[in-house]
């Protein structure tokens, strides 16, 4: 978004409740003092994506924060939560996305993708310098990753259960 009046840039605004975002929360990131980031997630089900944003951007506590902002553009997508059990078949890895390996707490992504796409590469290396690549020899991707990960992953959804589970008050 633009703003016709300088924002707040020392701070990340969030705005959570079952009317704003049933689930997770919405976001504004300054980008400097005339732009910004501004986001939502929510579960599915109720309002189309669309319309809750829109709900959003007219409610009273972002015009509070960002009056007479101006979308310059959107971007939506899903946020595959998981993780999926069994992100290797024969010649098959998934990683990121594909492997519904975000955090259920923040949606966040990117760090686990990494992790992932690391284990990912030294099995496939691996697995092709023995010409193998079954199930069974890319194993050490999804062992490695939820060594590393796996518990950090767990607390997430554990959060995110009780998170889902409290009222607004």
Same mark, same amino acid.
């Given at each position: 978004?633009?703003?016709?009046?300088?924002?707040?840039?020392?701070? *990340?605004?969030?705005?959570?409740?079952?009317?704003?975002?049933?689930?997770?929360?919405?976001?504004?990131?300054?980008? !400097?003092?005339?732009?910004?980031?501004?986001? $939502?997630?929510?579960?599915?089900?109720?309002?189309?994506?669309?319309?809750? $944003?829109?709900?959003?951007?007219?409610? !009273?506590? *972002?015009?509070?924060?960002?009056?007479?902002?101006?979308?310059?553009?959107?971007?939506?997508? &899903?946020?595959?939560?998981?993780? @999926?059990?069994?992100?290797?078949?024969?010649?098959?890895?998934? @990683?990121?996305?594909?492997?519904?390996?975000?955090?259920?707490?923040? !949606?966040?992504?990117?760090?686990? /993708?990494?992790?992932?796409?690391?284990?990912?590469? &030294?099995? $496939? @290396?691996?697995?092709?310098?023995?010409?193998? $690549?079954?199930?069974?020899?890319?194993?050490?991707?999804?062992?490695?990753?939820?060594?590393?990960?796996?518990?950090?992953?767990?607390?997430?959804?554990?959060?995110?259960?009780?998170?889902? /589970?409290?009222?607004?008050?």
């Amino acid at each position: 978004f633009d703003s016709p009046g300088p924002i707040a840039t020392d701070h *990340v605004d969030l705005f959570a409740g079952r009317d704003v975002a049933p689930g997770f929360f919405a976001w504004v990131v300054p980008r !400097g003092e005339h732009e910004g980031l501004l986001g $939502l997630a929510s579960e599915p089900g109720g309002m189309h994506p669309k319309e809750r $944003l829109e709900a959003f951007l007219a409610s !009273g506590p *972002v015009r509070e924060v960002l009056p007479g902002i101006q979308v310059t553009a959107h971007h939506a997508g &899903a946020i595959p939560l998981g993780p @999926v059990h069994g992100p290797v078949a024969d010649r098959v890895v998934l @990683v990121g996305d594909a492997a519904a390996q975000a955090k259920a707490t923040s !949606g966040g992504g990117v760090y686990p /993708a990494l992790v992932a796409a690391r284990h990912a590469a &030294a099995a $496939l @290396v691996r697995a092709h310098e023995q010409g193998d $690549l079954s199930e069974s020899n890319l194993m050490p991707y999804p062992r490695g990753f939820d060594e590393e990960l796996g518990g950090e992953l767990a607390r997430a959804a554990r959060l995110r259960r009780s998170f889902r /589970a409290m009222s607004d008050r």
